[in-house]
């Protein structure tokens, strides 16, 4: 069986408060994510767009998804001219 270096045995305490940040920041933006998802759809389904509350939210989620991959497309382009 092979060792393992100590490093990894003993873990380092930055590399693990550095993983706990980046699960909170994931943790924050799925929250965000999640409230703007539930919010888009009570708007859809207080003005009539949909019929039923969960449509509002399947259609939020549709819009955040499309805004996203636009906003992903726009930084890949930036970053492509950059070069």
Known sequence: MERLPNSVLE???????NNYEKQREL??????????????GFIFWIFGVTDYFAKGVMLGSVLIFAIGTINEEAKLKRMKKAR
């Open 11 to 17: 873990g380092n305490g930055g590399d693990l408060m």
């Open 27 to 40: 943790s924050d933006t799925m929250f965000l994510l999640l409230a703007w998802n539930i919010a888009i």
